[in-house]
């Protein structure tokens, strides 16, 4: 059948749309990759970034080959808890996913695991990069995705099978920012604490990053990318909502936009006052990690939550990061970018937050088109009921459940296997010394230490 021009028109504003927001969510790498250079000390600069382009590279081919298909794979077989179709792109485009549609969730599976080598930066193998990335991106994360995100999945908020309504999670919070927290949970665990991070006594031995200023862009160009992440899951923005005379998606998308902004923003001037009352000084690393720690809580409920409601996420997601990170310290847990205590611990806020505040309106307009007549759980403290609140939970629940099964185990046998984690002679020298060769920057202060260049052009190492 011939599509009128209006169709035409229509589809290919909210292709231009979504690839516009899928170019903005990959942006994010390099906003993660200055973020990690910043984060840690100099000596480990390269080794970062270099996993920073690993975890996209990677992260391309196995969510080509099987990420895709067992995330959206909906077929004559299609079942709750993993997709059976659309291997290695076969059948698509279809009438329901084209091109533009896996690119835009590849963008979203790569951020993954650039969350979870944060966690075990500056002392993990580079092939141990190449193993998890792989098995996160192509298997661990899409099968959280099929759940929540397919049609088909027993968590979806479109198939409302779970207590009549699913669980919300628009942009990720949980299957996203909660899947790679996990997993750099069990990581840095298994590591354990870099050298020198704690002294005999237990007490922490501060490892500050080299570059406040690649922290600091990073964090902006992050904030930049979430206007895609957030704002872009909407997929199309040319949807009108029935009843209306001016409101559609695109209303939504900026409501979204906002919501986003002022969570984060609420987040990064509370940890910043926070830790001034804590520490006794201002820092600026502190506002940074505080400000993506409330864009990680606003992700699951960004579309369906007024702006007000997004001020209080922010708020209190910044005292979850706060309170995690002093936790983390006194039981010697050692996460280099915090991504454990932020994506983790924040991206769980942020879904027990949805459940408490979406509005009944906005939950029918992102959910069902804003159809009239339609009767949904909705926040619990507007007076929505426990069936919303329940998903929620259940979704944070099996996720630390399949995260922790799944990754345990792989973190676990490469550590056994001697893959895992770097030597300590390795570690105290520096991974861009040990492992690639050279340091990123051409003036290192100890680029010329005798030890170094002796191991450098191939002496034998101390015992």
Same mark, same amino acid.
């Given at each position: 059948?011939?599509? /009128?021009?209006e169709?035409?028109?229509t589809?290919?504003i909210n292709?231009?749309?979504?690839?516009f927001s899928a170019?903005?969510?990959f942006?994010?790498?390099?906003?993660f990759?200055?973020?990690?250079?910043?984060?840690?000390r100099?000596?480990n600069?390269?080794?970062i970034?270099l996993?920073?382009?690993?975890?996209?590279?990677?992260? /391309?081919i196995s969510?080509?080959l099987?990420?895709?298909?067992f995330a959206?794979g909906d077929?004559?077989?299609?079942?709750?808890?993993i997709?059976?179709t659309?291997?290695?792109?076969?059948?698509?485009?279809?009438?329901?996913?084209?091109? /533009?549609?896996?690119l835009?969730?590849?963008?979203f599976a790569?951020?993954?695991?650039g969350?979870?080598?944060g966690?075990?930066?500056?002392?993990?193998?580079?092939?141990?990069?190449l193993?998890?990335?792989?098995?996160?991106s192509?298997?661990?994360?899409?099968?959280v995705?099929?759940w929540v995100?397919?049609s088909?999945g027993?968590?979806?908020?479109?198939?409302?099978?779970?207590?009549g309504?699913?669980a919300?999670?628009?942009?990720?919070s949980?299957?996203?920012?909660?899947?790679?927290?996990?997993a750099g949970?069990?990581?840095?665990?298994?590591?354990?604490?870099?050298?020198?991070?704690f002294?005999a006594?237990?007490?922490?031995v501060?490892?500050?990053?080299?570059n406040?200023?690649l922290?600091?862009?990073?964090?902006?160009l992050?904030w930049?990318?979430?206007?895609?992440?957030?704002?872009?899951s909407?997929?199309?923005?040319?949807v009108?909502?029935p009843?209306?005379?001016s409101?559609?998606?695109?209303?939504?998308?900026g409501?979204t936009a906002v919501t986003?902004?002022?969570a984060g923003?609420?987040a990064?001037?509370?940890?910043?006052?926070?830790?001034?009352?804590?520490?006794?000084?201002w820092d600026?690393l502190?506002?940074c990690?505080?400000l993506?720690?409330?864009?990680?809580?606003?992700?699951?409920?960004?579309s369906?939550v007024?702006?007000?409601?997004?001020?209080?996420?922010?708020?209190?997601?910044a005292?979850?990061?706060?309170?995690l990170?002093?936790?983390?310290?006194?039981?010697?847990f050692?996460?280099p970018?915090?991504?454990t205590?932020?994506?983790g611990?924040c991206?769980?806020?942020g879904?027990?937050?949805?459940g408490?505040?979406?509005?009944?309106e906005?939950?029918?307009?992102v959910?069902?088109?804003?159809?009239?007549?339609v009767?949904?759980?909705?926040g619990?403290?507007?007076?929505?009921?426990?069936?919303?609140?329940g998903c929620?939970v259940v979704?944070?629940?099996?996720?630390v459940a399949?995260?922790?099964?799944?990754?345990?185990p792989?973190?676990?046998?490469l550590?056994?296997?001697k893959?895992?984690?770097?030597?300590?002679?390795d570690?105290?020298?520096g991974?861009d010394?040990?492992?690639?060769?050279?340091?990123?920057y051409a003036?290192h202060?100890?680029?010329n230490?005798?030890s170094?260049?002796?191991?450098l052009?191939?002496?034998?190492r /101390?015992k």
């Amino acid at each position: 059948m011939e599509v /009128s021009w209006e169709q035409s028109v229509t589809d290919s504003i909210n292709t231009i749309y979504l690839l516009f927001s899928a170019y903005l969510v990959f942006m994010m790498q390099l906003g993660f990759a200055m973020l990690c250079a910043g984060s840690v000390r100099a000596k480990n600069a390269m080794n970062i970034m270099l996993t920073n382009v690993v975890d996209a590279v990677v992260g /391309s081919i196995s969510y080509y080959l099987f990420g895709f298909a067992f995330a959206f794979g909906d077929g004559a077989n299609s079942n709750p808890f993993i997709g059976t179709t659309f291997f290695a792109l076969k059948d698509i485009p279809d009438t329901s996913y084209d091109y /533009s549609y896996f690119l835009y969730q590849w963008a979203f599976a790569i951020a993954v695991a650039g969350i979870t080598s944060g966690s075990i930066a500056e002392r993990t193998q580079f092939s141990a990069y190449l193993v998890f990335s792989f098995f996160l991106s192509g298997f661990v994360y899409p099968i959280v995705v099929h759940w929540v995100w397919s049609s088909s999945g027993w968590l979806s908020p479109s198939s409302e099978t779970l207590f009549g309504s699913g669980a919300i999670d628009f942009a990720g919070s949980g299957v996203v920012h909660l899947v790679g927290g996990i997993a750099g949970l069990w990581g840095s665990f298994i590591q354990g604490p870099r050298v020198g991070r704690f002294d005999a006594f237990g007490k922490p031995v501060p490892m500050r990053g080299h570059n406040a200023t690649l922290v600091v862009l990073g964090t902006f160009l992050l904030w930049f990318g979430w206007f895609g992440f957030n704002p872009g899951s909407f997929g199309k923005i040319l949807v009108a909502y029935p009843n209306t005379t001016s409101q559609g998606n695109w209303t939504g998308v900026g409501r979204t936009a906002v919501t986003t902004t002022l969570a984060g923003s609420t987040a990064g001037l509370t940890t910043l006052f926070g830790r001034r009352l804590l520490v006794g000084h201002w820092d600026a690393l502190d506002a940074c990690n505080g400000l993506l720690g409330g864009f990680v809580a606003i992700t699951s409920g960004c579309s369906v939550v007024e702006p007000w409601a997004a001020i209080v996420c922010g708020f209190c997601a910044a005292w979850v990061l706060i309170g995690l990170n002093i936790l983390a310290l006194k039981l010697q847990f050692d996460d280099p970018l915090e991504a454990t205590q932020l994506h983790g611990g924040c991206g769980a806020w942020g879904l027990i937050f949805t459940g408490l505040f979406a509005k009944k309106e906005f939950v029918i307009q992102v959910y069902n088109s804003g159809a009239a007549g339609v009767v949904r759980p909705y926040g619990l403290l507007l007076g929505g009921g426990w069936g919303l609140i329940g998903c929620q939970v259940v979704e944070l629940l099996v996720i630390v459940a399949w995260v922790s099964i799944t990754m345990g185990p792989v973190f676990f046998a490469l550590d056994k296997l001697k893959m895992f984690r770097i030597s300590i002679d390795d570690e105290v020298a520096g991974l861009d010394i040990s492992s690639h060769g050279g340091y990123a920057y051409a003036a290192h202060p100890q680029e010329n230490h005798p030890s170094l260049l002796l191991r450098l052009y191939g002496y034998p190492r /101390s015992k």
